[in-house]
C-alpha cells in the first residue's frame, strides 16, 4: 500500500473560528494507482492534496493520520517534512505555470530547488537533462527564464522538477489547467509514462474536470463540501455512478459532438453549503433530488460493492428512486 490517510480532519483558521475543509477523510492509493480527485470549487480537494505535503500556516490538522510506505508521514511538522518532500512525496501546485521565479533561468531553479533538499546537484542534473529529452523539450530550457516558455513547457519543467528524485507519492493539482486541449492531453500522457517509468510510484491528480480524470485516472474519488461521496474505478464512475452527486456532476458535462440544439445541458440547483457552519447529516442533501428526514443523519463513506466506496442512505438502504 502506498498511502493511506485515516480520519483526516484539516481547518483553516479564521477570525470566527475553525473552517474544517477536510473533515474525517479516510481513503487509500495502492503502489501503481493513479487515483483522480475531483469536485465543484471549494470542496476541499485542493486543502486535501496539500495537507499531504505542506501544511500552510494558516491551516492546521484536527485529527486523523497519514501513513506512506508503512511510515507516518509528520505533516504538522514543517522541519520534519523537509526529509519527505520531492523524496517520497512531491507536490504539483495548483497555477503550477507561475510557480517557476522569473528572475531565474530553469537551471539555476533545478540547483537551488536540490541544494535546499540537500542534493547534490551535478548528477541529478543530467537526469533532468533525460527527462527533459523524454517529454518532447530541448536541453536548452535549462538555460532559458520561465517567461520565454510556453504554458505547456513551463507545465511539463515544473512536473520534472516535482518527480526528479522519484518520490513514492505525486499529488499534482489542476496541472491541465489554463491548457489547451492538445497539451492537456499531453500533460495528462506525461504523467501516466512517469508512472509507467517509476518516476513516481503513485499519484493523485485533483481537477474538477471529470473528463481529464476518464482519460488518466485508475479510480477515481468524488468530494463535497470537505467529506467524501464516492470512490470507485473510473470506468464505475464514469459509467455507473451511484450517489446522487456524482450523477448530476455527470449529466451536467457536455458530450463531444452533440450540438447545444439538441440537448439541454442540466447544471446543479443550488449552492455547496459554507464550511463555516455546514448542515448537519448529508451535505448534499439541500441539493439533492432524493433526500428524506434519514439525510439529517450522516451516511458513512462505506464499501458497497467490491472496490466502490459510497456516502448515500440512498444507496446503503437501497431506497427506490
Request: proline share 5%.
Amino acid at each position: 500500500m502506498s498511502l493511506s490517510v485515516e480520519n483526516l480532519r484539516i481547518a483553516y483558521r479564521s477570525r470566527s473560528g475553525d473552517v474544517c475543509a477536510v473533515d474525517d477523510v479516510s481513503f487509500t492509493v495502492a503502489d501503481g494507482e493513479i487515483m483522480g480527485l475531483a469536485g465543484e470549487s471549494g470542496s476541499g480537494k485542493s486543502t486535501l492534496g496539500n495537507s499531504l505535503v505542506y501544511l500552510e500556516n494558516r491551516m492546521k490538522q484536527l485529527g486523523g493520520r497519514v501513513e506512506l510506505d508503512g511510515k507516518e508521514l509528520p505533516i504538522t511538522d514543517f522541519r520534519g517534512m523537509r526529509a519527505y518532500r520531492m523524496a517520497e512525496v512531491s507536490l504539483v501546485p495548483q497555477y503550477a505555470m507561475n510557480a517557476l521565479n522569473p528572475t531565474r533561468r530553469i537551471g539555476k531553479i533545478t540547483s537551488d530547488l536540490l541544494r535546499s533538499h540537500g542534493v547534490r546537484a551535478n548528477g541529478v542534473l543530467e537526469e533532468m537533462k533525460r527527462r527533459i529529452r523524454l517529454v518532447g523539450l530541448d536541453e536548452d530550457v535549462l538555460g532559458k527564464y520561465s517567461f520565454e516558455l510556453s504554458g505547456g513547457m513551463r507545465q511539463r519543467v515544473t512536473i520534472i522538477l516535482s518527480t526528479l528524485l522519484n518520490p513514492s507519492l505525486l499529488v499534482a493539482d489542476e496541472v491541465t489547467s489554463a491548457l489547451d486541449v492538445s497539451t492537456q492531453r499531453a500533460v495528462g500522457e506525461m504523467l501516466i509514462e512517469f508512472r509507467d517509468r517509476g518516476f513516481v510510484k503513485s499519484l493523485i491528480a485533483i481537477t474538477h474536470d471529470l473528463s481529464i480524470l476518464a482519460q488518466i485516472a485508475d479510480t477515481i474519488m468524488i468530494m463535497y463540501a470537505g467529506r467524501l461521496a464516492e470512490k470507485a474505478s473510473t470506468d464505475t464512475i464514469i459509467n455507473a455512478p451511484l450517489h446522487p452527486y456524482t450523477q448530476m456532476l455527470l449529466a451536467s458535462l457536455p458530450e463531444v459532438g452533440v450540438r447545444h440544439d439538441q440537448t439541454t445541458l442540466t447544471g446543479i440547483p443550488g449552492r455547496p453549503p459554507s464550511l463555516a457552519s455546514p448542515p448537519a447529516g448529508c451535505r448534499f442533501r439541500d441539493r439533492c433530488p432524493f433526500a428524506r428526514e434519514r439525510c439529517a443523519t450522516s451516511p458513512p463513506f462505506e464499501e458497497v460493492k467490491p472496490g466502490h466506496h459510497v456516502a448515500c442512505w440512498k444507496v446503503s438502504e437501497g431506497w427506490a428512486a
